[in-house]
């Protein structure tokens, strides 16, 4: 059985997450050299299905890279990654306040989606996932937006928002997977990591 795996995430809910279903785990994150924003670009016309899959496969080859040029003990890589998507608008972490306003407002009183990607090498064994979740919202009036802006949480998360946090007072409805809207599907992210031998 493998003793340990890496975690090539900064987001603690994901760290929190392996916790949860007893998986040990050491972070293994991108020095301030590499360009890791520039993996999130969105291509032209791409859906946000692909999207989320692309943008973790370019994240896991550059963990897997930057564990074998730090000369890192060998363990399976996880990386994952979450966006939002309405319709097939794809709604990223949001660049500054007013940009968090526009996304809150985009989702307010509709149902959008939240895919996360979930992708996991060892050896030259790769296996990948993806988990859809619906997520309706109330209708937000602009002092509630405004009041969650302000709050700060919206910054960093895909959709401006964070299901774990504040925002659950104007979730309304729920359909698919809690932990992947959180940005790691437990169950699917189990099942990859018993088919290379972690126990969960």
Same mark, same amino acid.
Do not use: N
């Given at each position: +059985?493998? =003793?340990?795996? &890496?975690?090539?995430?900064? $987001?603690?809910?994901?760290?929190?997450? %392996?916790?949860?279903?007893?998986?040990?785990?050491?972070?293994?994150?991108?020095?301030?050299?590499?360009?890791?924003? $520039?993996? @999130?670009? *969105?291509? /032209?016309?791409?859906?946000?299905?692909? &999207?989320?899959?692309? *943008?973790?496969?370019?994240?896991? #080859? !550059?963990?897997?890279?930057?564990?074998?040029?730090?000369?890192?003990?060998? !363990?399976?890589?996880?990386? !994952?990654?979450?966006?939002?998507?309405?319709?097939?608008?794809?709604?990223?972490?949001?660049? #500054?306040?007013?940009?968090?306003?526009? +996304?809150?407002?985009?989702?307010?009183?509709?149902?959008?989606?939240?895919?996360?990607?979930?992708? %996991?090498?060892?050896?030259?064994?790769?296996?990948? =996932?993806?988990?859809? $979740? /619906?997520?309706?919202?109330? /209708?937000?009036?602009? =002092?509630?937006?405004?009041?969650?802006?302000?709050?700060? @949480?919206?910054?960093?998360? =895909?959709?401006? &928002?964070?299901?774990?946090?504040?925002?659950?007072?104007?979730?309304?409805?729920?359909?698919?997977?809690?932990?992947?809207? +959180?940005?790691?599907? *437990?169950? @699917?992210?189990? @099942?990859?990591?018993?088919?290379?031998?972690?126990?969960?």
């Amino acid at each position: +059985m493998t =003793a340990f795996i &890496y975690l090539a995430s900064q $987001s603690p809910r994901r760290s929190q997450l %392996l916790d949860q279903i007893g998986v040990a785990h050491t972070l293994l994150l991108p020095t301030p050299d590499e360009d890791a924003e $520039s993996l @999130e670009v *969105v291509h /032209r016309g791409e859906t946000p299905l692909h &999207y989320v899959q692309r *943008v973790t496969a370019l994240k896991l #080859d !550059a963990a897997v890279a930057r564990m074998k040029a730090r000369g890192l003990t060998l !363990a399976p890589v996880l990386c !994952a990654d979450t966006t939002v998507a309405l319709g097939r608008d794809i709604l990223g972490k949001p660049s #500054d306040a007013l940009d968090a306003v526009r +996304m809150l407002q985009a989702l307010s009183g509709q149902t959008h989606r939240v895919l996360t990607a979930v992708a %996991l090498q060892s050896g030259r064994q790769r296996l990948a =996932a993806v988990s859809v $979740s /619906r997520v309706s919202f109330a /209708r937000m009036s602009p =002092a509630q937006i405004k009041a969650y802006v302000d709050s700060g @949480e919206p910054m960093g998360k =895909a959709g401006a &928002y964070g299901v774990q946090g504040q925002a659950a007072a104007h979730i309304a409805r729920i359909h698919g997977s809690y932990s992947g809207i +959180m940005g790691l599907p *437990v169950f @699917e992210t189990a @099942e990859l990591l018993r088919q290379v031998g972690v126990a969960c």
